[in-house]
């Protein structure tokens, strides 16, 4: 169980290091916070928990978003100017 664990943990934490670092930082305060009575930290440390909770969850859905999204395959660059191609000629009838 400790193994899954930590390979959970360390996935998680490669993944969205930013809101990772946030919730560790928010719990850390929390604790403090809630064992000193001090309700302030504790808020401060519950707010960063909850923002980095939403960064996460935006970002997410972000993905998501992104990956339903079927771009169409194109072969050639799309251009603007409808430039014809030069005419193909033997070399026989040069």
Not at 18 to 31: A, D, P, R
Not at 54 to 72: F, G, T
Request: proline residues 6%; aromatic residues 8%.
């Amino acid at each position: 169980m400790a193994r899954f664990n930590r390979r959970t943990v360390k996935r998680l934490y490669r993944k969205e290091p930013v809101s990772s670092f946030l919730i560790v930082m928010g719990l850390i305060e929390v604790v403090i916070g809630g064992v000193d009575e001090h309700w302030g930290l504790f808020t401060i440390g519950l707010g960063f928990v909850l923002g980095a909770i939403a960064i996460r969850w935006s970002r997410i859905r972000r993905d998501q978003r992104d990956l339903n999204r079927v771009l169409p395959r194109r072969y050639l660059p799309p251009t603007e100017v409808n430039v014809p191609l030069p005419q193909l000629m033997n070399e026989k009838q040069r």
